[in-house]
Every structure is written in C-alpha cells, then in structure tokens.
C-alpha cells in the first residue's frame, strides 16, 4: 500500500492563480480531510469528506473548494491564490470517522507570492 | 466553542528521562476523542496514542502514557526513558463528530 499521496510536494503560485493539491489513498477509507498546518497555529481542518460524493467545511473553509467523486481521490482547489494561503497543506484519510487513526500524507508546501 | 491548548511551546528532556506534555480541551460535547501525534523533522504525522473520552482507563502504548482528567478536561502526555527519536513536534487533538481540532503543539528535543 502506498498510504497517502499528495503531489505536488512544493508549490509557487502568484496571485490569484488556481491550482488544485492532488491526495489520493489505497486503503479504501471513508473519512478523508485536508488541513493547513501555520507557524504558531497547529494544524487546523479546512474540508473533509465522510464517502464518496460527501463533503463539509471544517474550521477555515474560505477560499478553498473539495469534491470527492470516488472513494480513492479528495482534491483541493484554490480559486484565487491569495498570500494568505501560504501554508503547508496536509491530507489525512482514516476508516470510516476521525475518531478512527488518521494517515496523514507527506504534505505539499505552498507559497503565494 | 471546541478548543485544544498546549500552553508549552518548547520543552528538552536528558535521555532516558521522563517528560510530560500539558494539553487542556474544551468542549460541550459528550462524545469525543483524544489523540497526541507526533511530527519529527520529516514532516510526517504519526499517531501516538488515543483515548476515548468514555473510558476511565488511561491510555498506555509502551513508553507512552496519558493522564486523563476528563473534569479538569487535561489529556498530558507522559514519555518515559525519553529517546533520541523522540525529538518531535506533539500536538494534542481532540475530535467531536466529524470535526477535528489540533493544539499549536509543543516542540521536545531530547538531549544526549
């Protein structure tokens, strides 16, 4: 099994340009997130889905967009890229509810200039 | 409001020392979880240990305990015979539903 898997590992984005943060998982969990992890801050829940076709927001949901159309796959998008989102991005999958252990990936770097 | 706070930001421990790491929660929830994870330099989360809120027994996996004190909501962590491996960040985390909370963590190098 490969766990989780986020590409891109680093990001630079200007301004107001769009990306999405790839995470997939081989374990056939359920419960899928994404967080932010800031200076200072922890690590806090952006989105997350509880199956296919199933998402929420979670604390900081603003200026980010998730869709999960299979199981395997929980991408996030940015709309328009702001240096407020200059953060490390981390995506984490477990069973079937967070109360379950979470596998966190390898995280992707992003730097809004 | 749900809400995790690790109010020490940097602790050292001598190897082979015991260390333990503050964390207190807030919650109206009945139902919840308790996690410590653990980040070394290489960025990757690692689960520590885990407790449910319902369970009176306090966690324990090898080195690592917790005290639960689920009245003065406080989850520490205790790390016994401290390690070089365990230089790390912790952070403490708490889930209710199907939200997750973390604390702003608390940095532990463990000297030689």
């Known amino acids: 099994n490969a766990g989780v898997t986020q590409t891109p590992k680093f990001q630079v984005l200007k301004t107001g340009q769009s990306m999405t943060l790839q995470c997939a998982q081989d374990?056939?969990?359920?419960?899928m997130s994404w967080y932010r992890q800031d200076p200072g801050m922890g690590l806090r829940l952006i989105h997350y889905?509880?199956?296919?076709?199933?998402?929420d927001q979670g604390e900081v949901p603003n200026g980010y967009n998730v869709s999960r159309s299979t199981t395997e796959d929980f991408p996030l998008r940015l709309l328009s890229a702001a240096p407020s989102q200059t953060s490390v991005y981390f995506c984490a999958s477990s069973y079937s509810y967070p109360s379950d252990e979470q596998y966190f990936g390898p995280g992707t770097r992003l730097t809004v200039t | 409001a749900q809400t995790v706070t690790q109010s020490q930001p940097e602790m050292s421990v001598q190897e082979a020392e015991t260390v333990t790491l503050s964390c207190t929660y807030d919650?109206?929830?009945?139902?919840?979880?308790l996690f410590w994870y653990k980040q070394p330099p290489s960025r990757q989360m690692i689960l520590v240990i885990r407790?449910?809120?319902?369970?009176?027994q306090n966690a324990t996996e090898n080195r690592f305990s917790v005290n639960f004190q689920k009245a003065a909501k406080s989850f520490s962590l205790k790390i016994s015979d401290s390690q070089l491996g365990d230089t790390a960040m912790y952070f403490c985390?708490?889930?209710?539903?199907?939200?997750?909370?973390f604390g702003t963590g608390t940095s532990l190098t463990v000297i030689p």
């Open positions: 985390g708490m889930n209710t539903g199907n939200q997750f909370y």
């Open positions: 919650t109206s929830e009945s139902n919840y979880y």
């Open positions: 889905s509880v199956g296919a076709g199933i998402t």
């Open positions: 407790q449910e809120a319902y369970k009176q």
């Open positions: 374990m056939n969990h359920e419960y």
